[in-house]
């Protein structure tokens, strides 16, 4: 059995977009097996990591702050298959960022150039073998995801750890609404879901289906400009 667990950086929680592209994703993994843990990174208190290195050094593999990712660092040593999944802000929500940087104590610092980088490894005692993440926004188009997925990719790679790639998914508020498309997408995830599991892998197909527009462009600047001014007028601002 799998052991999947879900790290959803969002500040809206369960509320959330990401939160709604996950679930048909999570349900598909469960279809097939796997046993699934979801966390929220808003619910959890970690602390910025100081950045002094002593989970490399002084104490090798373990951090000395003491806060929730001591309870869920041995989860995380356990776990098969990490998914990352990351809204779009500034260009990481805080918590996920911090959530990202203490992982740092599963990652052994015996180094090696690979492709003319040099990357690390995860300790032997950290089972993740696969990070995949799923990257939500609010702007209309998909490169507004590329900075979130290239950190996501990153991580697996200093990690030599496999990136199995992203669920992409922009303007994702616009897969709420009750159309037959947003029925397919949605059906098209728990499917992803459930190969992931059970192929360990995900058909480039698919991702290019989720990802698809659901609004057109210019109706999608024309809209959110209007609300914005709206809102601006009732605050009676004048610059």
């Not at 309870?71 to 960022?97: C, F, H, N, S, W």
């Not at 527009?213 to 605050?235: A, F, G, H, M, S």
């Amino acid at each position: 059995m799998s052991k999947v667990m879900i790290v959803n950086g969002s500040a809206r929680a369960k509320k959330g977009h990401t939160a709604f592209v996950l679930a048909p994703f999570i349900e598909g993994m469960k279809k097939a097996g796997a046993k699934v843990e979801l966390l929220y990174s808003k619910k959890l208190k970690i602390r910025p990591c100081v950045g002094d290195f002593k989970c490399w050094g002084e104490t090798i593999g373990e951090c000395f702050l003491e806060d929730d990712m001591q309870k869920i660092y041995p989860k995380l040593r356990e776990t098969d298959i990490l998914v990352l999944a990351i809204p779009v802000y500034i260009p990481l929500p805080g918590m996920m960022q911090n959530f990202i940087n203490r992982l740092c104590p599963l990652v052994e610092p015996l180094l090696e150039y690979k492709a003319g980088r040099t990357r690390a490894k995860f300790h032997d005692n950290v089972n993740i073998s696969k990070i995949l993440g799923v990257i939500t926004g609010g702007w209309w188009e998909i490169e507004n995801l590329s900075v979130v997925l290239k950190i996501v990719e990153e991580l697996a790679l200093n990690a030599s750890t496999e990136f199995s790639g992203a669920l992409l998914r922009p303007h994702a508020y616009a897969l709420r609404e009750e159309t037959e498309l947003n029925k397919e997408i949605l059906s098209t995830l728990e499917i992803i879901g459930e190969k992931f599991i059970r192929e360990g892998k995900i058909d480039q197909e698919d991702l290019t289906f989720i990802s698809q527009p659901l609004v057109d462009q210019d109706d999608y600047i024309t809209v959110w400009n209007k609300n914005y001014l709206e809102e601006k007028r009732k605050q009676k601002i004048d610059w």
